[in-house]
Nanobody
Framework: QVQLVESGGGLVQAGGSLRLSCAASGSIFSINAMGWYRQAPGKQRELVVAITSGGSTNYADSVKGRFTISRDNAKNTVYLQMNSLKPEDTAVYLC?????????????????WGQGTQVTVSS
């Protein structure tokens, strides 16, 4: 079993910064893509940014130039530095990882989600 544990959410004023972390633990052979999604009340979950094991990134247009994703493969951890936060960034932020596990039938990739962390940006 694998767990993703997020931390770093909170309340911040518009223009401020927050740094989210997500650490994966458990029966991990390797991790392919990791990413952050967000879901605001009454809205669909949306991709914020994803990063491959090689470091390639894919940002949503709404956060380009303000958010930066990074990962530490040795620690199975992904980070999200959020700067110049806006009220419309308010949402629950969820970590996602495509985790490769070593099974009796060989390696297989599984999708895992964290429990989410609340980010609230006041105007």
């Amino acid at each position: 079993q694998v767990q993703l544990v997020e931390s770093g959410g909170g309340l911040v004023q518009a223009g401020g910064s927050l740094r989210l972390s997500c650490a994966a633990s458990g029966s991990i052979f390797s991790i392919n893509a990791m990413g952050w999604y967000r879901q605001a009340p009454g809205k669909q979950r949306e991709l914020v940014v994803a990063i491959t094991s090689g470091g390639s990134t894919n940002y949503a247009d709404s956060v380009k130039g303000r958010f930066t994703i990074s990962r530490d493969n040795a620690k199975n951890t992904v980070y999200l530095q959020m700067n110049s936060l806006k009220p419309e960034d308010t949402a629950v932020y969820l970590c996602h990882a495509n985790v490769v596990m070593d099974t009796a039938w060989g390696t297989k990739e599984y999708s895992y989600w964290g429990q989410g962390t609340q980010v609230t940006v006041s105007s």
